[in-house]
């Protein structure tokens, strides 16, 4: 185990797919964490990444791509989401805003970093 719980549970639930027979070919972490827990169960038991199993993480994990296999990631603007929750912080305590439920959605496109983590043919990029 390596103290940190989202790694944990990468690690744990591919461990345990690798035990099934139930491996799929790729996977979509919910978190870098995760996918990097994932990535050190599939090479514990031998398995090449991507060659075996393609991993894409979510978060763009600070040295991400310092990784021996370099993670590829979905990321989102992270200085835009904390201005608009700011943003909203600061209407909720001044008053002029009394509920953030009335608050239209603010969507935040996502940016995928593709690095050799999910097995595409980096050259083609």
Do not use: H
């Amino acid at each position: 185990m390596s103290g940190f719980p989202y790694e944990d549970m990468g690690y744990e639930t591919v461990s345990r797919w690798i035990q099934d027979g139930s491996l799929p070919k790729a996977l979509l972490a919910f978190s870098d964490p995760a996918a990097i827990g994932a990535m050190r169960a599939a090479e514990a038991a031998g398995l090449r990444i991507p060659e075996d199993l393609a991993i894409v993480g979510c978060g763009r994990i600070r040295f991400g791509d310092l990784l021996r296999v370099p993670l590829t990631t979905v990321a989102w603007p992270p200085r835009g989401i904390g201005q608009a929750a700011a943003s909203l912080l600061i209407e909720m305590l001044s008053g002029s805003r009394t509920n953030a439920e009335d608050v239209a959605p603010t969507i935040f496109p996502p940016t995928l970093v593709v690095r050799r983590s999910c097995g595409a043919d980096l050259t083609q990029l």
